[in-house]
């Protein structure tokens, strides 16, 4: 294809793909191996204030339609869809230079994200629009007002702009909880690689899976984007600690409170403990860490390794064991090509990067010991030979001040954990450290020594190296991202992640309102209550005997007191072998500060309570699965009695089960009506009742 024949790249705004016209400003994106034009890039003549307010009305539209659980199980749907897809993104991946190794980390990274995302959003978050953070705070004595904190989602837009590296996993890790808290999303990726995310985008669009305006791709340049943003909108940028700063400098970010968030720069540190010498299981694993890290994506990982710290009597060990493992592992060639280890940079101006900054390395100090900017190349693509720098000393500041974002690390000496520590500290705030030792002591101390200047940290021994994640996989479960230099921002981290893109709001009131507000009852707000003597003269229905489809928030049981015995008492320390003194021994119970007498045990209490208000025929509550938040109170005697408060508290239905969970709020009172215990006690309930083919009557069937 001819330079002059190469289509524009196209953006998705406002429901259509569109390509400028006739355009004056096109960058030209080359084949990483064979230097071919891939595409041309241009974004004369966009409409972003049109794609902003797209995004703030159809966008917003369309995924307030669906609770926080249909959203999430889109996610599951669009990831089953690109896994159908992923050999297409695999080809076009090659010519970024990556290889089939890369498509895992990237590819593969980035479906599996959207299967974390939506498994964690269904088991985690309720299926409505409301957060809690937090338990309510009583504000008045009488309870009549409280407070508590809620989040809800950002009534803007989320902008993404991605790096180069990781086209697709760096796209769907910052989509996957913006489409779960309900904000549409605008990705902006890098040029250099944006193809890629192009296909992975309209791959996504096609399924039909997505509603209208949640996901808008600009390919090219962002031009006036944060110009057309203010405080209800989020920013999550990745790339160059320089864009960032001027990034953060823009009125938008400074005046108007648009949310901005970095990922940056990060020169982070493996470090080999003192206990982990050579003969070493850790050092073995130390070595396969760092090689991986440097040969993985071409060293173009945003959490590769960069600084090697190892003890200074093993650092010529480690050098030579390194370079072994390089000449094994660290084979550059044609990705396509399954012997080669490590495929292309991105492009011939990162290669010049590269270049650039080994050269000022060597120049501050740095001495080759593999690879380097003389070693031979292949080809005519975008290749830089896996290298490795050793520094005389340690304390060159370019070493913790200069990223080569390429397959390059090196190797310095430390004294003690102490000076280890310190040296880890001057990257200036890192993603990732790994720390490679099996002695908890030696691991405790590195943790309290450079935990603040890290986003995550990963200790690897002998016990964990084989299913290790790695230094460098941020993987959606944990946070990622980092203080100081690393750009001082958060991403995933689970449920984290989703409430990134959401508002945190102290809300007041009385518990009638709150429940009004947040879909969970509070203890004084009003509730539907039913007794046993109501239920068995007809006049009530017990809420056991309710389905999700007739179970309403605040319907409530209370039972009647049962009194407590010294005989009961003995006889459950009997039967559960609890015969802990405070139910067995008189004196020495009474010698207690904290009880009367002799008391009953607080399982028997709960044991008791679930007798209160169960309603023991078959029906739509299925099963128990378990207590939540129980605290013992007031201690109970024999003599004293109990009764049970059981109320609706929560009602979250499971959008591809026939059942859904509900949480009931329990509370144990003795006849001076304190409180004895509380806790939450969670059952699955059918969302119908008769389930299909059982008949109506429960009672009747089990006779």
Same mark, same amino acid.
């Given at each position: 294809?001819?330079?002059?024949?190469?289509?524009?790249?196209?953006?998705?705004?406002?429901?259509?793909?569109?390509?400028?016209?006739?355009?004056?400003?096109?960058?030209?994106?080359?084949?990483?191996?064979?230097?071919?034009?891939?595409?041309?890039?241009?974004?004369?003549?966009?409409?972003?204030?049109?794609?902003?307010?797209?995004?703030?009305?159809?966008?917003?539209?369309?995924?307030?339609?669906?609770?926080?659980?249909?959203?999430?199980?889109?996610?599951?749907?669009?990831?089953?869809?690109?896994?159908?897809?992923?050999?297409?993104?695999?080809?076009?991946?090659?010519?970024?230079?990556?290889?089939?190794?890369?498509?895992?980390?990237?590819?593969?990274?980035?479906?599996?994200?959207?299967?974390?995302?939506?498994?964690?959003?269904?088991?985690?978050?309720?299926?409505?629009?409301?957060?809690?953070?937090?338990?309510?705070?009583?504000?008045?004595?009488?309870?009549?007002?409280?407070?508590?904190?809620?989040?809800?989602?950002?009534?803007?837009?989320?902008?993404?702009?991605?790096?180069?590296?990781?086209?697709?996993?760096?796209?769907?890790?910052?989509?996957?909880?913006?489409?779960?808290?309900?904000?549409?999303?605008?990705?902006?990726?890098?040029?250099?690689?944006?193809?890629?995310?192009?296909?992975?985008?309209?791959?996504?669009?096609?399924?039909?899976?997505?509603?209208?305006?949640?996901?808008?791709?600009?390919?090219?340049?962002?031009?006036?984007?944060?110009?057309?943003?203010?405080?209800?909108?989020?920013?999550?940028?990745?790339?160059?600690?320089?864009?960032?700063?001027?990034?953060?400098?823009?009125?938008?970010?400074?005046?108007?409170?648009?949310?901005?968030?970095?990922?940056?720069?990060?020169?982070?540190?493996?470090?080999?403990?003192?206990?982990?010498?050579?003969?070493?299981?850790?050092?073995?694993?130390?070595?396969?860490?760092?090689?991986?890290?440097?040969?993985?994506?071409?060293?173009?990982?945003?959490?590769?390794?960069?600084?090697?710290?190892?003890?200074?009597?093993?650092?010529?060990?480690?050098?030579?064991?390194?370079?072994?493992?390089?000449?094994?592992?660290?084979?550059?060639?044609?990705?396509?090509?399954?012997?080669?280890?490590?495929?292309?940079?991105?492009?011939?101006?990162?290669?010049?990067?590269?270049?650039?900054?080994?050269?000022?390395?060597? !120049?501050?100090? /740095?001495?080759?010991?593999?690879?380097?900017? $003389?070693?031979? @190349?292949?080809? *005519? +693509?975008?290749?830089? #030979? &896996?290298?490795?720098?050793?520094?005389?000393?340690?304390?060159?500041?370019?070493?913790?001040?200069?990223?080569?974002?390429?397959?390059?690390?090196?190797?310095?000496?430390?004294?003690?954990?102490?000076?280890?520590?310190?040296?880890?500290?001057?990257?200036?705030?890192?993603?990732?450290?790994?720390?490679?030792?099996?002695?908890?002591?030696?691991?405790?101390?590195?943790?309290?020594?450079?935990? !603040?200047?890290? /986003?995550?940290?990963?200790?690897?021994?002998? $016990?964990?190296? @084989?299913?290790? *994640? +790695?230094?460098?996989? #941020? &993987?959606?479960?944990?946070?990622?991202?980092?203080?100081?230099?690393?750009?001082?921002?958060?991403?995933?981290?689970?449920?984290?992640?989703?409430?990134?893109?959401?508002?945190?709001?102290?809300?007041?009131?009385?518990?009638?309102?709150?429940?009004?507000?947040?879909?969970?009852?509070?203890?004084?707000?009003?509730?539907?209550?039913?007794?046993?003597?109501?239920?068995?003269?007809?006049?009530?229905?017990?809420?056991?005997?309710?389905?999700?489809?007739?179970?309403?928030?605040?319907?409530?049981?209370?039972?009647?007191?049962?009194? &407590?015995?010294?005989?009961?008492?003995?006889?459950?320390?009997?039967?559960?072998?609890?015969?802990?003194?405070?139910?067995?021994?008189?004196?020495?119970?009474?010698?207690?500060?904290?009880?009367?007498?002799?008391?009953?045990?607080?399982?028997?209490?709960?044991?008791?309570?679930?007798?209160?208000?169960?309603?023991?025929?078959?029906?739509?509550?299925?099963?128990?699965?378990?207590?939540?938040?129980?605290?013992?109170?007031?201690?109970?005697?024999?003599?004293?009695?109990?009764?049970?408060?059981?109320?609706?508290?929560?009602?979250?239905?499971?959008?591809?089960?026939?059942?859904?969970?509900?949480?009931?709020?329990?509370?144990?009172?003795?006849?001076?009506?304190?409180?004895?215990?509380?806790?939450?006690?969670?059952?699955?309930?059918?969302?119908?009742?008769?389930?299909?083919?059982?008949?109506?009557?429960?009672?009747?069937?089990?006779?």
């Amino acid at each position: 294809m001819s330079q002059s024949a190469a289509a524009v790249l196209p953006s998705y705004l406002q429901g259509q793909w569109w390509t400028p016209q006739d355009p004056q400003r096109v960058a030209e994106v080359l084949d990483a191996v064979t230097g071919e034009l891939v595409t041309r890039v241009s974004t004369d003549g966009i409409d972003l204030a049109g794609a902003v307010e797209h995004a703030r009305t159809a966008g917003q539209r369309g995924l307030g339609e669906l609770t926080l659980h249909e959203r999430a199980l889109k996610l599951k749907e669009l990831a089953l869809h690109l896994t159908e897809h992923k050999q297409e993104l695999y080809e076009l991946s090659f010519r970024t230079g990556a290889t089939q190794r890369d498509h895992y980390v990237d590819t593969d990274g980035g479906i599996s994200t959207l299967f974390t995302f939506s498994s964690k959003g269904r088991r985690e978050l309720p299926n409505s629009e409301v957060i809690l953070d937090g338990a309510p705070e009583q504000l008045s004595k009488d309870g009549s007002f409280l407070g508590e904190h809620i989040h809800t989602r950002l009534p803007g837009v989320a902008v993404q702009i991605n790096a180069f590296n990781f086209p697709v996993w760096g796209m769907l890790e910052k989509f996957a909880p913006a489409f779960i808290a309900g904000v549409p999303s605008i990705v902006k990726p890098a040029t250099p690689t944006g193809y890629v995310t192009e296909a992975c985008v309209r791959l996504m669009l096609d399924s039909g899976i997505l509603p209208e305006g949640s996901l808008q791709l600009v390919s090219g340049s962002a031009r006036d984007l944060l110009d057309h943003l203010d405080h209800r909108d989020h920013v999550a940028f990745t790339g160059s600690a320089d864009t960032a700063r001027a990034l953060r400098r823009h009125p938008g970010v400074m005046e108007r409170g648009i949310r901005f968030t970095a990922e940056t720069d990060s020169l982070n540190a493996a470090i080999l403990g003192p206990d982990a010498g050579p003969e070493t299981p850790e050092f073995d694993a130390f070595i396969r860490s760092v090689v991986l890290e440097i040969t993985a994506k071409a060293g173009q990982k945003c959490t590769a390794i960069r600084r090697t710290i190892v003890p200074s009597q093993h650092r010529e060990a480690v050098i030579e064991a390194l370079a072994a493992r390089i000449a094994e592992k660290g084979v550059l060639g044609d990705p396509r090509d399954e012997a080669t280890g490590v495929g292309a940079l991105a492009s011939l101006e990162q290669q010049q990067e590269v270049d650039g900054a080994v050269l000022r390395l060597v !120049a501050a100090g /740095g001495t080759v010991r593999v690879g380097g900017p $003389d070693a031979p @190349r292949p080809g *005519t +693509g975008a290749y830089y #030979p &896996v290298t490795v720098l050793s520094f005389d000393d340690a304390e060159t500041p370019e070493l913790h001040a200069v990223e080569a974002f390429g397959p390059v690390t090196s190797v310095l000496g430390y004294d003690d954990v102490d000076d280890a520590v310190r040296l880890a500290a001057l990257g200036g705030g890192s993603l990732v450290a790994t720390v490679c030792t099996h002695d908890p002591q030696i691991a405790g101390r590195f943790a309290a020594g450079i935990a !603040a200047h890290h /986003g995550r940290t990963l200790f690897l021994d002998r $016990d964990d190296a @084989r299913t290790s *994640t +790695g230094h460098g996989s #941020p &993987v959606p479960h944990l946070i990622h991202g980092g203080p100081g230099r690393a750009g001082g921002g958060e991403e995933l981290g689970g449920v984290r992640a989703v409430k990134h893109y959401m508002q945190r709001t102290a809300i007041q009131g009385s518990p009638d309102l709150l429940t009004g507000i947040t879909g969970v009852w509070h203890q004084g707000a009003r509730a539907n209550t039913a007794t046993r003597a109501a239920v068995e003269a007809g006049e009530a229905v017990h809420p056991f005997r309710k389905s999700l489809e007739t179970l309403c928030i605040g319907d409530q049981f209370a039972s009647e007191l049962r009194t &407590v015995t010294l005989q009961d008492i003995d006889d459950f320390a009997t039967e559960t072998g609890d015969t802990f003194y405070a139910h067995t021994d008189e004196e020495a119970a009474t010698a207690n500060p904290f009880f009367p007498r002799r008391v009953a045990h607080g399982y028997l209490l709960v044991s008791w309570a679930a007798g209160l208000f169960v309603e023991p025929a078959p029906g739509p509550v299925l099963a128990n699965y378990g207590l939540e938040n129980l605290r013992f109170i007031t201690p109970v005697t024999y003599d004293d009695a109990i009764r049970v408060t059981l109320t609706a508290k929560q009602i979250t239905p499971r959008v591809t089960d026939d059942y859904g969970e509900v949480r009931w709020d329990a509370v144990l009172h003795n006849q001076h009506d304190e409180i004895v215990a509380q806790y939450d006690v969670l059952t699955l309930v059918a969302k119908t009742w008769p389930l299909s083919g059982q008949p109506e009557d429960g009672a009747a069937r089990a006779r």
